[in-house]
């Protein structure tokens, strides 16, 4: 019985010092963030209910600080840096990612593009089509492979409702505001189903260092005004 303890104790050991290992970049990451999280104000990387709206700006124009879309008062001055196909989500420090669009989601092709990026299901909607916009990025992965974007969605988990995220798309700003946040199975292929509405989805790996889960934040297009977006065709 104690053989077995002893060995027991070795192998719990063991496999959380591979596991730390592997994963050291990612968890270093969630430390960082929670050590020193963005800093916040109502009118400054967060998106803010307003009673008094001030005047709504009209459509095709883009909000000013103080300005209003759809009830939401925001600072758009973050996303002022993005260049084309570079995606940002001040919240959770992810600053101008490059997006590769239209991928093939075989496996080997998918994780060579990661390297350069976050991914874009080529199977599903392009920003101002309508539909549902789906991109996915590496939570962790191994340390030594190649590639700066191996932790890009690490803290995709601390995204909550009306957090803001933009990316730039054939020379145009888009700005999408989080509702929803759920975890699923590998097989659930559902989520990248098209919608009606303009959304984007993004997607990662849960836990950190394992392939076991989806983690799947959704935004609904709050910029450019949705209406009258195409929607998407199965």
Avoid at 68 to 79: M, N
Avoid at 130 to 156: C, D, E, I, M
Avoid at 160 to 183: C, H, P, S, T, W
Wanted: with cysteine.
């Amino acid at each position: 019985l104690i053989a077995f303890s002893r060995g027991l104790v070795i192998f719990v050991v063991n496999f959380f010092f591979v596991y730390f290992l592997l994963t050291g970049p990612a968890w270093m990451a969630r430390v960082s963030f929670a050590v020193s999280p963005p800093k916040q104000t109502p009118t400054a990387q967060t998106i803010t209910k307003t009673t008094a709206p001030a005047a709504t700006p009209a459509i095709g124009e883009l909000p000013t600080p103080g300005q209003t879309t759809q009830g939401l008062s925001f600072d758009t001055s973050q996303f002022s840096a993005l260049k084309e196909s570079e995606l940002s989500i001040p919240k959770i420090k992810v600053n101008q990612v490059p997006i590769i669009w239209n991928s093939d989601p075989d496996e080997k092709i998918m994780l060579a593009n990661l390297r350069d990026g976050v991914v874009h299901y080529k199977s599903t909607a392009l920003p101002g089509a309508g539909g549902n916009t789906f991109v996915t990025g590496h939570s962790s992965y191994y340390w030594w492979a190649q590639g700066r974007f191996k932790t890009v969605f690490v803290l995709l988990d601390k995204l909550a409702n009306d957090d803001i995220v933009g990316l730039k798309f054939q020379d145009q700003l888009y700005l999408y505001q989080v509702y929803d946040k759920k975890v699923v199975n590998p097989d659930q292929v559902e989520v990248t189903a098209p919608t009606l509405e303009p959304i984007l989805s993004l997607m990662t790996c849960v836990p950190i260092g394992t392939n076991l889960r989806r983690l799947v934040v959704q935004a609904k297009q709050i910029y450019p005004s949705a209406q009258g977006a195409i929607p998407s065709q199965p």
